[in-house]
């Protein structure tokens, strides 16, 4: 994710992330959705306190054509505490499908703190976000602000996402 500023940096990347992605077969053709995410981090020391972390990103979601939501109860670690480690940091999406290969969405991304014990509110980290999203036949297309709306949170961030499903039959 890029940033437009960091401290005494400027704009700067987080590193990378390999995700393994399982849902319900056929999931864009069903009104309910389930799947789950499971995420790999190496990360810049500036962006996270651990260099490695991963993440299970359970996914639940409705297709309402051409309305999208969709809930992500996740949980993170940074490898360290064992179960006392973990923290709930969950998402939520509300996309307008404008056909099948663009959408405009409105998303909220939350840290709230450890599983055993959140944090104050004003401490937890809470963004609204404004998405374009852009399904093309080799790229998919990510772009987004978002606005902090707790303490915690940046003031401003903006992220441009580029990926490629490497099963798709594009690249066979």
């Not at 959140?118 to 976000?129: G, P």
Request: hydrophobic fraction near 40%.
């Amino acid at each position: 994710m890029w940033s437009p500023y960091s401290d005494g940096r400027g704009g700067s990347i987080n590193g990378f992330k390999l995700r393994e992605l399982f849902v319900r077969p056929h999931a864009a053709d069903r009104t309910f959705f389930y799947g789950v995410n499971f995420e790999f981090s190496v990360n810049y020391k500036y962006w996270e306190p651990r260099r490695f972390t991963s993440e299970v990103r359970p996914i639940v979601g409705v297709h309402l054509h051409p309305v999208d939501f969709i809930f992500n109860p996740i949980v993170d670690t940074q490898y360290r505490g064992g179960l006392g480690s973990l923290e709930f940091v969950p998402a939520t999406r509300l996309a307008y499908n404008l056909n099948t290969k663009w959408a405009v969405a409105a998303e909220e991304y939350a840290d709230v703190g450890p599983l055993r014990h959140f944090d104050a509110l004003n401490d937890q980290f809470h963004e609204v976000w404004a998405v374009m999203d852009h399904a093309g036949k080799v790229w998919h297309v990510e772009a987004g602000v978002g606005v902090g709306v707790t303490g915690g949170a940046d003031k401003l961030t903006f992220k441009l996402m580029v990926s490629r499903d490497l099963n798709s039959k594009a690249t066979n």
